[in-house]
């Protein structure tokens, strides 16, 4: 509001300063191009002015929609609404425009980075094309963040967009080093938002098609979890076998490594006896190819579960759709792409 009375202030100042009586006829020719500067100046910043307003109208708009929604973010999440503008510079000044003259409602979300990382990350998002000529203007762009604060009143955050946008790049580097897991904050996302749905609908059609799909699909994520934790080990068990075998062909002196590795593991010794050099290789060769073979029969499984859970998860997005419960602005599932800065 600080931002639109100032601008306000502008345009009133402006508009006194326009009152003055027309100029002489002997004036010369560059001083009348220099005061139509002036005027399309001042039509310029009433423009502006314009759109700020328009915000101001579409979130009023948007308010039953963002109280609906906050029942689903939970008690520490909120809406993401954001005013994308877009601008170009001319003579007689900056345009503004509000993109596709409608505002971003991004979604819920458990903070506001989140949720534009989500709605960066949505494949289903509607594609708002700028006109030509015009680039995204990050710094004026607004991102305006809705929480419930006790006693159920909602307040709202103001974030310039450039802001937020170098927070998400942030927070996807930092997670890609973590190697975040994308599809389980997805998956953890869809069973918080059908618990809610179950504590909000009493209906017992709806709860009697929730409970036996959530079962299901709990029972493929545990297995999911177990196929996963054997693929890993016999992975590390097949470059292990790999590694020693490597070592042992690079030995000259074989007897104190030979002895090591039958103390190591005396009972994989062919009849409990030290090994020669050539049968340490095919011993260690024979639980590589075992460990590999294990590895492809467990991804063979893996991949089959994976299927089986996206059906699953797509059954849960449909039946939340059908509640009225909020889905657009999902976590991704994989980690978004996100553009560099341009257009300031």
């Known amino acids: 509001m600080m931002r639109l009375a100032h601008k306000i202030a502008v345009a009133a100042l402006l508009f006194a300063g326009s009152a003055v009586p027309a100029w002489s006829q002997d004036k010369k020719g560059m001083e009348k191009i220099e005061r139509h500067k002036d005027l399309a100046g001042l039509m310029s910043t009433l423009h502006n002015w314009g759109v700020d307003r328009q915000v101001e109208i579409k979130l009023g708009e948007a308010h039953p929609r963002i109280l609906s929604d906050l029942e689903f973010a939970g008690p520490d999440g909120g809406v993401l609404v954001v005013a994308r503008f877009e601008h170009k510079f001319v003579d007689s000044g900056e345009y503004r425009n509000l993109i596709s003259n409608q505002l971003d409602y991004v979604g819920i979300g458990p903070s506001a980075v989140d949720a534009e990382i989500a709605n960066i990350g949505n494949p289903h998002k509607p594609f708002y094309k700028m006109q030509d000529g015009y680039l995204l203007d990050y710094e004026n762009s607004t991102a305006y963040w809705f929480r419930k604060s006790g006693g159920g009143t909602v307040s709202v ?44 609908v009493s209906q017992d ?8 799909l959530l079962k299901s699909r709990d029972d493929a994520l545990a297995r999911q979890q177990e196929i996963n934790a054997e693929l890993r080990k016999q992975l590390d068990r097949a470059r292990k076998a790999q590694d020693m ?100």
Not at 180 to 196: N, P
Not at 257 to 278: D, I, W
Request: no cysteine; net charge negative.
């Open 157 to 200: 955050q103001e974030k310039p967009l450039d802001l937020l946008h170098r927070e998400v790049i942030n927070q996807i580097v930092a997670r890609k080093m973590e190697h975040f897991d994308w599809k389980a904050a997805r998956s953890a996302e869809l069973t918080r938002l059908s618990k809610i749905m179950t504590a909000k």
């Open 205 to 212: 059609k709806v709860d009697a098609t929730i409970e036996p």
């Open 245 to 344: 075998e490597t070592t042992v062909k690079a030995l000259d002196f074989l007897q104190f490594f030979v002895s090591t590795m039958n103390e190591l593991a005396v009972s994989s010794s062919p009849g409990g006896r030290a090994m020669t050099k050539e049968e340490t290789l095919s011993h260690l060769d024979a639980i590589e190819n075992d460990a590999r073979s294990r590895s492809e029969q467990l991804q063979l499984q893996l991949d089959a579960f994976e299927q089986q859970i996206q059906q699953l998860d797509q059954n849960v997005e449909k039946l939340l759709r059908s509640n009225s419960v909020p889905t657009n602005n999902l976590p991704p599932a994989f980690a978004p792409e996100v553009e560099l800065f341009h257009g300031k």
